[in-house]
């Protein structure tokens, strides 16, 4: 049997990785800008993470939810207390595309209707309804197009306002900062009008933090920048520093019942131990006011080259954008650099997604780098 063959792959070859350096098979060292794609949090093979993953793997890896998992009440009350977010309830399960299906549903079946309002350029995963919400018609299949989806454009009120009104909708789903998009975001006052909004006209509003979230902008969710609370929360990523686990925290106005939602994986042992693991070394070494601190040098480094046009993003959930495509100079800075960063939608942004602990030094490295793939 061979691969399905979706993925374009790097000639690179990772065998074992620490912090943000990556060995590849013939021995080669690798900075690690991207976390492969915002999951790596806490740093590679983070030596808290693997412990408390060996040691849970040594007791129990795993039981359905039909019995009784303290771990997930751990889980939930350290999340609570840690993002401030103590009167919502949470639902696990295993990806960010899952989470967002499981935000919509709800939306759904607490509202009675279906359609949705989600933003140009949005991206919230490829699964049925997550990827009908998701801008880019070349990934949604003709069952997709079943889901009725209207995208409008961040910061248009009037527009908004139109849609919001009509009464049609469930759900408006919005990221805080989009990733995949190139690193938009709504205003302030954008975000508090659909937040008012969407509670005068009983719509659903679906946080997707799933790149956004665990501390990468510097809060623990990027709404929280905003000042707002959303009804549903959707959170990946970052959560499990590359263990597969996704979740929604949903606002206790919104009421639980047997069966509503369901998966046989979600929430088991080891996904409950790797978040927690996450969250543990979030708080004890202060990573959200690294992100803040490090996003700040970060832009400060970014302004003394003159080829970034624009810098783009909040703590450690950045993009650098150009005035020519990047793709070059992506491939530059992995082949001769032996450094991964990221691209985006927008084919003039680099995006640059550490683990939420690098240091002044990595990124003085990285700068370094940049200028001399620059000249
Ligand atoms: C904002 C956002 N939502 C949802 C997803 C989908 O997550 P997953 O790939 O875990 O399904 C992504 C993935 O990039 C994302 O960036």
Redesign the pocket.
């Known amino acids: 049997m061979k691969l399905f063959d979706v993925y374009p792959l790097y000639d690179v070859t990772p065998v074992s990785a620490k912090g943000i350096e990556i060995l590849d098979d013939k021995g080669e060292k690798y900075l690690d800008f991207y976390g492969g794609?915002a999951v790596i949090s806490i740093g590679h093979s983070h030596p808290h993470y693997v412990n408390r993953l060996k040691e849970q793997l040594d007791t129990i890896g795993f039981y359905s939810n039909s019995v009784q998992n303290p771990l997930q009440e751990q889980l939930a009350t350290k999340l609570g207390a840690l993002s401030h977010c103590e009167d919502y309830n949470l639902f696990m399960c295993n990806?960010?595309?899952?989470a967002?299906e499981n935000a919509l549903k709800m939306a759904s079946f607490h509202t009675g209707k279906s359609k949705v309002i989600a933003f140009s350029n949005s991206?919230?995963?490829?699964t049925s309804a997550?990827v009908a919400t998701t801008d880019n018609p070349s990934i949604n299949a003709p069952i997709n197009k079943q889901q009725e989806v209207t995208f409008l454009a961040l910061n248009d009120f009037d527009v908004f306002e139109k849609a919001i009104v009509s009464g049609e909708y469930c759900a408006v789903i919005l990221?805080a900062i989009q990733?995949?998009g190139g690193l938009d975001e709504p205003t302030t006052e954008f975000y508090q009008f659909v937040e008012e909004k969407c509670k005068s006209n009983n719509v659903i509003l679906i946080a997707?933090e799933?790149?956004s979230g665990f501390g990468r902008s510097g809060q623990f969710f990027a709404f929280q920048h905003h000042g707002i609370q959303p009804d549903i929360i959707?959170i990946?990523?970052g959560m499990g520093n590359g263990f597969p686990v996704?979740g929604i925290l949903i606002h206790e106005n919104i009421k639980a019942s047997y069966g509503l939602l369901g998966t046989t994986f979600g929430g088991n042992h080891l996904a409950c131990v790797a978040t927690l693991a996450v969250l543990e070394v979030l708080e004890k070494d202060d990573l959200m006011a690294n992100a803040t601190r490090l996003g700040d040098y970060f832009k400060q480094q970014a302004l003394e080259i003159p080829e970034i046009k624009k810098i783009k993003g909040r703590g450690l959930m950045l993009g650098l954008e150009f005035d020519f495509e990047i793709a070059d100079l992506r491939k530059r800075l992995i082949h001769n650099q032996h450094m991964f960063t990221g691209s985006a939608k927008n084919k003039y942004l680099l995006r640059f997604l550490p683990a939420l602990n690098i240091t002044k030094e990595q990124i003085d490295v990285f700068f370094a780098a940049l200028k001399t793939e620059l000249k």
Do not use: I, M, T, Y
């Open positions: 794609h990806s960010g595309a899952e967002n991206f919230h995963g490829r997550a990221e990733g995949v997707d799933v790149q959707s990946a990523k996704g």
